[in-house]
């Protein structure tokens, strides 16, 4: 009988700990993969026939979508189309297409319904013993998922110790668009805390803020190493040189800058936080300014759903009043925010004023 594997795995994210199911696909099946199975199962229709009528089929839905049409294949699939943007005004043009432009493919009810009728189950054992890390946190700023080169790393899992001589083990920081360092400043190494002064290593432009951290060990003297990484990524806090300045934020190992800020007012040196969420409701991006408390201050969220520039309003006891961004690839950031963040990035910003 064939089934569907799954396999139970920590889910850092919630608190006491769980474990979340996570879908293990056997393999992923391509066209020719499925013109297989239609002449295995109909002799009449031959591998060639059927696939090039599948690859006929992609291509007469594509020509429907491109004449505006939905299509939708009864108990089975559907395909639509839709826009996304902000116009100023009924006139003005769309934006660009790759950005304003999507396919959404949705599954009907009774497609699901039958799956979950026929499908059957197979639990799979949990994968090997390794360091696993379920939070990350600075100790001086108290915000967690924060790389503070002026503060303290601590990390809180399980079977997260290692022998610090050479080949016993290691804990590293990367960065996505490039840099490795080994860590070497601890202040505690232990199984289920390990406190640690980062040395964050350089990335080739000052918006690439976005790193990982891992921990390697050996569970005994011949065992193999085992690496373990934390699920989220850590971002470091980004200096504003001033306002007036053109300042990436809010990107991870991009070579251009999804989002600037390139003006406002503050009246003094300040620290504070800039947050995007993600509304898949409204289909727009909500940004606004956060103080340095979870679960503190915020100002008003301002929606945007194109590329252009915005005011941020400030919050109630911040130097900042006011600040300018412009978003640069509106569609990379919705990507990234909806695929490594989980709908919400936060970026820690340091105001220089002098």
């Not at 303290?152 to 079977?159: I, K, N, S, T």
């Not at 005011?311 to 990379?332: D, H, K, Q, R």
Request: net charge negative; proline share 7%.
């Amino acid at each position: 009988m064939a089934t569907i594997q799954w396999r139970p795995e920590p889910n850092p994210l919630t608190t006491p700990p769980s474990w979340r199911i996570r879908f293990m696909p056997r393999n992923t099946a391509g066209c020719n993969d499925i013109a297989a199975d239609i002449a295995a199962d109909h002799p009449n229709y031959n591998e060639e026939l059927a696939e090039s009528i599948l690859e006929l089929g992609q291509e007469k839905i594509l020509r429907r979508l491109i004449n505006g049409e939905n299509v939708t294949f009864t108990n089975a699939f559907s395909y639509t189309l839709s826009l996304t943007g902000r116009l100023e005004g009924p006139d003005d043009p769309l934006p660009p297409l790759d950005e304003c432009l999507h396919i959404r493919v949705h599954a009907a009810p009774a497609l699901v319904e039958a799956l979950r009728q026929a499908a059957h189950l197979e639990r799979l054992p949990p994968e090997k013993k390794l360091p696993l890390i379920s939070t990350a946190q600075d100790t001086v700023l108290g915000l967690k998922d924060v790389l503070n080169p002026q503060g303290l790393l601590r990390l809180v899992g399980e079977d997260m110790d290692f022998d610090r001589t050479p080949g016993g083990g290691e804990c590293v920081i990367e960065g996505t668009a490039g840099g490795r360092t080994v860590q070497t400043r601890f202040g505690k190494v232990e199984a289920s805390e390990i406190i640690l002064m980062p040395d964050v290593p350089s990335q080739p432009h000052p918006w690439n803020n976005e790193y990982t951290v891992s921990v390697s060990t050996r569970y005994s003297e011949r065992g193999t190493l085992r690496t373990g990484t934390y699920e989220r990524l850590l971002r470091a806090p980004l200096t504003v040189p001033g306002l007036s300045s053109w300042t990436g934020i809010l990107t991870g190992k991009a070579a251009a800058a999804h989002v600037s800020i390139t003006g406002g007012t503050a009246s003094a040196d300040t620290s504070l936080r800039i947050q995007v969420v993600l509304d898949l409701q409204g289909e727009r991006l909500l940004f606004s300014l956060l103080d340095m408390k979870e679960g503190g201050t915020t100002g008003a969220a301002v929606s945007v759903t194109a590329n252009g520039a915005v005011t941020l309003p400030g919050f109630a006891g911040s130097a900042v009043t006011s600040m300018e961004i412009t978003v640069n690839s509106y569609a990379a950031l919705w990507e990234m925010v909806h695929n490594d963040y989980g709908g919400r990035l936060v970026d820690v910003l340091k105001i220089e004023t002098a």
